[in-house]
T-cell receptor
């Protein structure tokens, strides 16, 4: 089946620290992979995506590489800011079979950045 | 840009009451879906639709009904609200099952 496991939080960092949030997945076939971000009191926004192996998604200084061999899609940022404080969700989207189009989420990782 | 619009944003219901969460998108997307978000659980799929007139169940469909009479609208109905349905509900849409999914801003529902 399809599932996503991501690093449990909360994660607390100082401003300008390096961020890694681990995400691994199990899927039938070759899914698309996503990171979504949810700021306090708001909905989910797409942060970045990758649709095939070795693709790197990037946006707002965040990056994640689709690693088929390790079934991973870890989120990284070299220097976090206070404004990055949010909940981050890793997700996969099935591209085949009876689950075509369905989005499967990890449980979310709360990030807090202190000045 | 309207995107995906959900109403209401906040609602308090009494146990046993019924209500409808509205969802509309103006992007001519075929694929629409409803998720609920609970603490520590991520988002779970309730129902989805691949086009007008077609709906199907997701992971947690019990207690909810949907219909898709037009491409634009995908309402979620709670038939007899229960405290276990206290959650944040998100509507989402995408052009096709393989494309990026776009989310509405969420509806916070409390059942007392």
């Amino acid at each position: 089946g399809n599932s996503v496991t991501q690093m449990e939080g909360p994660v607390t960092l100082s401003e300008e620290a390096f961020l890694t949030i681990n995400c691994t997945y199990t899927a039938t076939g070759y899914p698309s992979l996503f990171w979504y971000v949810q700021y306090p009191g708001e909905g989910l926004q797409l942060l970045l995506k990758a649709t095939k192996a070795d693709d790197k998604g990037s946006n707002k200084g965040f990056e994640a590489t689709y690693r088929k061999e390790t079934t991973s899609f870890h989120l990284e940022k070299g220097s976090v800011q206070v404004s990055d404080s949010a909940v981050y969700f890793c997700a996969l989207r099935s591209r085949r079979g009876s689950t075509l189009g369905r989005l499967y989420f990890g449980r979310g990782t709360q990030l807090t950045v202190w000045p | 840009n309207a995107g995906v619009t959900q109403t209401p944003k906040f609602q308090v219901l009494k146990t046993g009451q019924s209500m409808t969460l509205q969802c509309a998108q103006d992007m001519n997307h075929e694929y629409m879906s409803w998720y609920r978000q609970d603490p520590g659980m991520g988002l779970r799929l309730i129902h989805y639709s691949v086009g007008a007139g077609i709906t199907d169940q997701g992971e947690v469909p019990n207690g909810y009904n949907v219909s898709r009479s037009t491409t634009e609208d995908f309402p979620l109905r709670l038939l007899s609200a229960a405290p276990s349905q206290t959650s944040v509900y998100f509507c989402a849409s995408s052009p096709s099952p393989g494309n990026t999914i776009y989310f509405g801003e969420g509806s916070w529902l409390t059942v007392v």
